[in-house]
């Protein structure tokens, strides 16, 4: 059974870079079929999409939060990362890992079908 | 941007049914996605491709799209569909896009 995992500092000093790890376990990230992403929720808010990679690398982010994301994977380690920067308390938030197949055109357009747990990273000085 | 609208809350009583609406500009044509998302838990997909249904999702969830509104229904409610409710689609400028998210309370 598909599992993911995020991990990492639970603190992060404002104007500093964010950053992520999501483990994948019992599967792999090496396949054609899927992209891996990430989703962000303030608390008590909605979600957000922050950006998504293939196993090749192929990359895309969400327009409003391009110019701060790097989204990037080993696929020997089954890992992919994330990494913000120059973060500010609006980027507080529960941060989760997602796997998402890939439409009949080969393209990552689809949903969300199996996340990690979410990991709270707080933004504060 | 593109901007999906949900109601804020949705109210509804044991064993009646409950209607979550998504709407957003020409959804119609778009492919929407609904996710089930209990308190300090993760989001769990529940319907994809506007009407399909994952594995375990039980028949009592549905979907439907047309127009500017797109709406996920819940027939036979019970106590354990107490959630927050989350559309989703893709756009072209946008990316992937979430709705604003509807708390399902039962009575």
């Known amino acids: 059974q598909l599992q993911l995992q995020e991990s990492g500092p639970g603190l992060v000093k404002p104007s500093e870079t964010l950053s992520l790890t999501c483990t994948v376990s019992?599967?792999?990230?090496?396949?054609?079929?899927?992209?891996w992403g990430w989703v962000r929720q303030p608390p008590g808010k909605g979600l957000e999409w922050i950006g998504s990679?293939?196993?090749?690398?192929?990359?895309y982010y969400n327009p409003s939060l391009k110019s701060r994301v790097t989204v990037s994977v080993v696929p020997s380690q089954n890992l992919f990362f994330l990494k913000l920067t120059s973060v500010t308390a609006a980027d507080t938030a529960v941060y989760y890992c997602?796997?998402?197949?890939?439409?009949?055109?080969?393209?990552?357009?689809?949903?969300?079908?199996?996340w990690g747990q979410g990991t709270l990273v707080t933004v504060a000085s | 941007s593109y901007v999906l609208t949900q109601p804020p809350s949705v109210s509804v009583a044991p064993g009646k049914t409950a209607r979550i609406t998504c709407g957003g500009n020409?959804?119609?044509?778009?492919?929407v996605h609904w996710y089930q998302q209990k308190p300090g838990q993760a989001p769990v997909l529940v319907i994809y491709?506007?009407?399909d249904r994952p594995s375990g999702i039980p028949e009592r969830f549905s979907g439907s799209n047309s127009g500017n509104t797109a709406s996920l229904t819940i027939i036979r409610v019970e106590a354990g569909d107490e959630a927050d409710y989350f559309c989703?689609?893709?756009?072209?400028?946008?990316?992937?896009?979430f709705g604003t998210g509807t708390k399902v309370t039962v009575l």
């Open positions: 997602a796997r998402h197949p890939v439409d009949m055109a080969a393209r990552p357009y689809g949903w969300f079908d199996t």
């Open positions: 019992g599967g792999f990230i090496s396949s054609s079929s899927f992209y």
């Open positions: 990679i293939s196993y090749s690398g192929n990359t």
């Open positions: 020409n959804i119609g044509i778009k492919n």
């Open positions: 491709y506007d009407s």
């Open positions: 989703q689609v893709w756009d072209s400028s946008s990316g992937h896009v």
